[in-house]
């Protein structure tokens, strides 16, 4: 089982620190999730694809926090302010950390079957709101969001779901059904996706009218 090396971080971010709070907690979750993953079976086989799935998510996820750090210091104080905002009203903070709090838990009390069918959609609540917080930095910094990151999200899904997917083999529960569930959750994600773009869109297009 994964071993609670280090206590979970709760105290309240300091608002000059909220971003890098927010997304140190987002990287614990999926810190979480990966050690519980790689410790749950004895099987060296099914180990070591644990193990390849679950470094390959945690070091594709990481890329995409520095990116986000590296682009947020790059705004002025009134963008940062924006972006901080939102994340204060969000609190994707007591998100990540009460999910990664959540599956340490998980993987030590052995309560897998309701906690895979949360897990599947808990990564989804991060992956929006790290998505957001991109989009609002690159439109400030007046950057359109790359299909390369679209891509990239993606990959993000792939090695989660399969680590979810892995997971529920080890602990017997029905591959098929949790695939279905991911599947579906994609799905209920890019329609949201697509209703929030949308929504971007046309405050755009409302936004040059009003200037011209």
């Known amino acids: 089982m994964a071993e ?3 206590a979970p971080n709760t105290e309240k971010p300091k608002e000059e620190n909220i971003l890098n709070a927010t997304l140190s907690a987002f990287e ?3 810190s979480e999730m990966s050690a519980g993953a790689t ?3 004895a099987d060296e086989e099914t180990k070591q694809m644990l193990v390849t799935t679950s470094s390959s998510l945690q070091s ?3 890329k995409v926090t ?3 750090r590296a682009n947020y210091s790059n705004l002025n104080v009134g963008k940062k302010e924006e972006v901080d905002i939102f994340l204060r009203i969000q609190d994707g ?7 990664a709090e959540t599956t340490r838990k998980a993987f030590k009390s052995g309560w897998f079957l309701k906690f895979l069918k949360w897990a599947l959609h808990w990564f989804k609540e991060i992956k929006k709101i790290l998505r957001e917080i991109i989009a609002m930095i690159l439109e400030a910094l007046g950057i359109k969001f790359p299909k390369w990151l679209e891509t990239i999200f993606l990959l993000l899904d792939e090695f989660y779901d399969a680590l979810v997917s892995l997971l529920s ?11 279905t569930d991911a599947s579906r959750a994609e799905v209920n994600y890019l329609n949201e996706l697509y209703a929030v773009e949308r929504l971007r869109s046309l405050r755009n297009v409302q936004k040059s009218n009003e200037d011209e």
């Open 28 to 30: 614990a979750f999926v």
């Open 169 to 179: 083999d080890v602990f017997g529960l029905d591959v098929g059904k949790f695939a």
């Open 93 to 99: 903070f007591q998100i990540g950390n009460s999910g």
């Open 66 to 68: 520095e990116f986000v």
């Open 4 to 6: 609670n090396k280090s």
């Open 60 to 62: 594709q996820f990481k």
């Open 39 to 41: 410790a749950s079976t």
